[in-house]
C-alpha cells in the first residue's frame, strides 16, 4: 500500500479517508463535471480550437480578440478550479503562465513545456485522487493538430495493484486513470494521454504516461458482450461476471496495462524493439505489442497459479487472461482501417494461432473455446516471439524483419499479390525499400472476420469516446 503523509490525505479532495459522511466519490465527481467553472472552461476551449492552426497557434489576426477573450475565461476558470485540485497547485500556477505568455506573445506556436514539467501525476497514485488537466496537445487516434483540450481524471490505484506495482512489477511512469469529462479531442478512441503529445519548445524526459483504464474497460464490455452474442460463445461464469462489473474490468485492464507498459523496454530484445520515429514495416508493430501483452497473459498464468498469491490479486489474474484473449481476437482485429492496421493483425495472430493449435473452434456456426488448454498455448506464441527477439541481434535488419515475417505468414495468409511473400524484394538496397514493398493490408482479413466484421462494425464504431458512465 502506498504511504501517505497526514499532510498529503489532507490535501486530497474526495479521498475515502477524507470523505464526510453520506458523500461518496461518484457524488463528488459529479458535482466536478457540473462545476460552472470547469463548464465554462471547456466551452472555451472547444471554442478556441476553431481558432487555431495544425500547430496551435492563431495564425489569423482577425481572430486573437475572440482567442484573447477565451483563454481569459480559461484562466479565470483555473483559478476558480484550484482549491479542488491543492495537490496540482504548482502545474495549474505554471499553466496560468503559460496561457499568459502565449497570449501576450500574439498566439503563436504555443510552448507549454513548464507548465507540463510541473505536472508530476506519477508522484501520487491514490486512489481517486482527481486531475484537471490542460494543455494544447493533439490526441492519439484523433487529431493530429495541437489544440488546447481539457480533462477532468482520477486515479485508479486499487490496493492490490499497489502491491504488484512496489513488489515484483516496477512502473513508476504508469498512471491509470478513469475520464470523468474531457473536450472534443478525447471522444475517439484514444486510451491514453501522453506528456509527448503536448506543444512544447524542447523534448524533456518524459515521467509519466496515464491510460484511460474506464474506457478500455467499457469499450471491452460492450464489444465482448456482443462478440459473444453474434458467435454463440458460451462464456465462463467468471468471463460472464467481467462482462457486468465495470469496476471489476477497470481493475482488470489496471494490471495488464501495468504488466504491459512495462514490458517494452524489458526482455531480450532488438536494440530498438518499437521506436515510432523508426521507419520499418507494421508487422514489426504487431509482434511487439503482442509481444507485451502475451507478457501481461503469462505473468497472470503465474500469479493464478502460485500458492502465495492473494485472492483479489488471483481472481483478477484469471480475468486478464480472458481480457487478453477477448480483446486481442474481438475488438483488435476488427478495429480500425486496413491501412498497416498493426494492433488489427496482432489480433488476427492470436486467433489463428489458438485456431490452428486446436484449441479455439468455429464448428456448427458456433465458436468454441477450450479454456483448460488455452494457456499452454498462448505461452507458446509467447516463446515464439521470445525466441525471434532474441536472435535477433545475432541478425542484419534486413535478415531480423524476414524472420519476423516468416513467424507471421506461418500462421496469417498474406494477400497473394504480396512482394514479402514471394520474397520478391530489394534486398540490395536500403532498408526503406523493403517497407515500401509492404502492402497496406499486408495479411488481408479472413473469411471468418470478414462476416464477422459486418455484424460488428457498429458496435465497435459506437464505443469512440466511451467512458465508465457510458457504457
Not at 503563436?108 to 507540463?116: A, H, N, R, T
Amino acid at each position: 500500500m502506498l504511504e501517505r503523509t497526514s499532510a498529503t490525505a489532507a490535501a486530497i479532495v474526495g479521498e475515502p479517508e477524507v470523505l464526510d459522511e453520506g458523500t461518496s466519490d461518484e457524488v463528488l465527481s459529479a458535482d466536478l463535471v457540473a462545476h460552472p467553472a470547469w463548464r465554462a472552461l471547456k466551452t472555451a476551449a472547444t471554442a478556441l480550437q476553431a481558432h487555431q492552426a495544425k500547430d496551435g497557434s492563431v495564425a489569423d489576426a482577425a481572430a486573437r480578440d475572440s482567442a484573447g477573450q477565451l483563454v481569459s475565461t480559461i484562466r479565470g476558470s483555473l483559478t476558480a478550479l484550484a482549491p479542488h485540485f491543492p495537490h496540482d497547485a504548482g502545474y495549474l500556477s505554471a499553466l496560468d503562465t503559460d496561457f499568459e505568455r502565449w497570449t501576450a506573445e500574439g498566439f503563436g506556436v504555443p510552448d507549454f513545456l513548464d507548465s507540463l514539467n510541473a505536472f508530476q501525476p506519477q508522484r501520487a497514485r491514490i486512489n481517486g485522487l482527481r486531475h484537471l488537466v490542460v494543455f494544447p496537445m493533439l490526441t492519439q487516434n484523433g487529431s493530429t493538430s495541437r489544440l488546447v483540450e481539457a480533462l477532468l481524471i482520477e486515479v485508479l490505484w486499487p490496493e492490490f495493484v499497489a502491491h504488484l506495482e512496489a513488489d515484483g512489477y516496477s512502473n513508476a511512469l504508469f498512471v491509470p486513470v478513469r475520464l470523468l469529462d474531457f473536450t472534443p479531442g478525447y471522444h475517439t478512441n484514444s486510451a491514453v494521454l501522453f506528456p509527448e503529445t503536448v506543444a512544447m519548445r524542447e523534448i524533456p524526459t518524459f515521467t509519466w504516461g496515464a491510460i484511460f483504464a474506464d474506457r478500455e474497460a467499457a469499450r471491452f464490455r460492450r464489444v465482448v458482450r456482443e462478440a459473444a452474442s453474434v458467435t454463440a460463445l458460451d462464456l465462463p461464469a467468471d468471463a460472464a461476471a467481467l462482462l457486468d462489473d465495470q469496476r471489476l474490468a477497470e481493475e482488470t485492464f489496471v494490471m495488464w496495462d501495468l504488466i504491459h507498459d512495462r514490458t517494452h523496454m524489458r526482455g531480450e530484445l532488438p536494440f530498438d524493439p518499437f521506436m515510432i520515429k523508426q521507419r520499418m514495416p507494421f508487422f514489426l508493430y504487431s509482434l511487439e505489442e503482442l509481444r507485451c501483452d502475451l507478457t501481461a497473459y503469462r505473468e497472470a498464468v503465474r500469479l493464478a497459479r502460485a500458492d502465495d498469491t492473494d485472492d483479489v490479486t488471483r481472481e483478477r489474474a484469471r480475468l486478464v487472461q480472458y481480457a487478453v484473449i477477448f480483446d486481442r481476437i474481438f475488438r483488435f482485429a476488427l478495429t480500425g482501417n486496413r491501412v498497416r492496421n498493426y494492433d488489427g493483425l496482432g489480433g488476427q495472430l492470436l486467433f489463428a494461432w489458438l485456431h490452428q493449435h486446436k484449441v479455439l473452434h468455429w464448428t456448427d456456426t458456433r465458436l468454441s473455446i477450450d479454456w483448460d488448454e488455452v494457456p499452454d498455448v498462448v505461452l507458446a506464441l509467447g516463446l515464439e516471439i521470445e525466441e525471434l527477439y532474441w536472435r535477433s541481434i545475432d541478425r542484419p535488419k534486413a535478415a531480423h524483419w524476414l524472420a519476423a515475417y516468416e513467424l507471421v505468414a506461418s500462421t496469417v495468409t498474406p494477400h497473394p499479390a504480396s512482394a514479402w511473400a514471394r520474397r520478391d524484394l530489394p534486398l540490395d538496397g536500403p532498408p526503406r525499400g523493403l517497407t515500401d514493398a509492404v502492402l497496406d493490408d499486408e495479411f488481408p482479413l479472413s473469411m471468418f472476420y470478414e462476416a464477422l466484421a459486418k455484424k460488428m462494425s457498429d458496435v465497435i464504431k459506437s464505443t469512440a469516446g466511451i467512458t465508465a458512465t457510458t457504457a
